[in-house]
């Protein structure tokens, strides 16, 4: 069986090579600073008055943790 010239890996009909490692990493990256800035955003919104202080770091790592888990199960 030939080889890709490029990755090395097996030809088949449907080879794709893999994306490089500094591109899933930004990918990874840019997902999870979209997530939780859209987060913190959510918290900013229903909280008009300021009242909940303490879930803005909250509303930030959840909106990133949910960002980076689709942007995985979604990567296929």
């Given at each position: 069986?030939?080889t890709?010239p490029?990755?090395?890996?097996?030809?088949?009909?449907?080879?794709?090579?893999?994306?490089?490692?500094?591109?899933?990493?930004?990918?990874?990256?840019?997902?999870?600073?979209?997530?939780?800035?859209?987060?913190w955003?959510?918290?900013?919104?229903?909280?008009?008055?300021?009242?909940?202080?303490?879930?803005d770091?909250?509303?930030?790592?959840?909106?990133?943790?949910?960002?980076?888990?689709?942007?995985?199960?979604?990567?296929?």
């Open positions: 069986m030939s890709c490029h990755c090395k890996g097996h030809l088949t009909e449907g080879h794709r090579c893999p994306h490089r490692r500094g591109l899933i990493i930004a990918e990874t990256m840019l997902a999870g600073l979209g997530g939780g800035l859209g987060g955003l959510l918290v900013a919104a229903f909280d008009l008055h300021g009242q909940i202080k303490d879930l770091a909250f509303g930030f790592a959840a909106g990133a943790l949910i960002a980076v888990g689709l942007n995985r199960a979604l990567r296929t």
